[in-house]
């Protein structure tokens, strides 16, 4: 079994930075064989992609409104997924999650992923 634990989210002025780290546990897991990713939710709105990585950290995907603008990385001697987040929009306010799969690869679906975290708000105000 593999948990995953948010942190970092917060509030935001518009045009502002945060940095969201997730880290991961479990009896029998190898931090550096899971691709991971970031998803988020806003109220009202379908969970969506937001960027992946794959589990040596060569490989990374983001989604069309992110890109330019966030960086995923990992540490895989910490077991700690991060999002770096700059230029944030209004528009970016949502639940941010983290999810790790049983694949070293990268996975833009959330059906790609095996374990999810609880999530953390990031609030962004115009």
């Known amino acids: 079994q593999v948990q995953l634990v948010e942190s970092g989210g917060g509030l935001v002025q518009a045009g502002g930075s945060l940095r969201l780290s997730c880290a991961a546990s479990?009896?029998?897991?190898?931090?550096?064989?899971?691709?991971s990713g970031w998803f988020r939710q806003a109220p009202g709105k379908e969970r969506e992609f937001v960027a992946s990585i794959s589990g040596s950290g060569a490989t990374t995907s983001y989604a069309d409104s992110v890109k330019g603008r966030f960086t995923i990385f990992r540490d895989n001697t910490k077991n700690t997924l991060y999002l770096h987040m700059n230029s944030l929009k209004p528009e970016d306010t949502a639940v941010y999650y983290c999810?790790?799969?049983?694949?070293?690869?990268?996975?833009?679906?959330?059906?790609?992923?095996?374990?999810w975290g609880q999530g953390t708000q990031v609030t962004v105000s115009s």
């Open positions: 999810a790790a799969r049983q694949n070293r690869g990268v996975g833009t679906s959330g059906s790609d992923y095996n374990y």
């Open positions: 479990g009896r029998t897991f190898s931090f550096y064989s899971t691709g």
